[in-house]
């Protein structure tokens, strides 16, 4: 069975995808915050068969990225590193002028900083995989200018090129960043509260994450959209 960590995972895209990579025969170790939760999403993907180890706590926390990287080693070694987690900065979202130095400085810790403290604890056991494949998961803002979100944005930004740089220094891997598009999720409703607009679901998403996993294209920067388009 292929493993794959996701971080992220008690809701939203981070479920779903669990779920899905769950349904395709993947073990899986979840990683989030909020424990009640992520053993929700861990026994929903659980459902399918497959080993599901849920790892409560903080991604900015050494400990608990070290913690993740360990439990996919019991499980048999890691083929896909998923880094979903993200933090925006300023609930709601405010402007440039507004925005509070430390909500930027939490953006960066857990979008970029994080991010890459996971990929260094877990390359050891991507090496190994002869499939082994990080996805960074971005935004349309990290290359769009959205007013109220520049902080948010520019972490995500920071995360692009994180992940086109390991491209090119680890190039047996696949480094995938992939921006899902606008989605129903809790994330964008603290973003922007106001905005009642209907949005497709994280679920309508993930096969474009499936078939990015099945194609195994050249490492970059892709959009769930385009991808869905192609099939």
Known sequence: MPVAVITGASKGLGRALAAALAEEGWDLVLGARGEGVLKESARLAGAHGTRVVPVAGDVT????RAALVAQARALGGLDLLVSNASALGAEPLVRLDALPLEGLRAALETNVVAALGLVQEALPLLRRSPAGAVVAVSSDAAAEAYETWGGYGASKAALDQLAAVLAVEEPGLRVWSVDPGDMATDLYAAAVPDDD??????????????????LRPVSGRYAVAALLESR
């Open 197 to 214: 607009e209907p949005r497709p679901s994280p679920e309508s998403v993930v096969p474009g994450f499936l078939r990015l996993l099945a």
């Open 61 to 64: 926390d050494g400990a608990h």
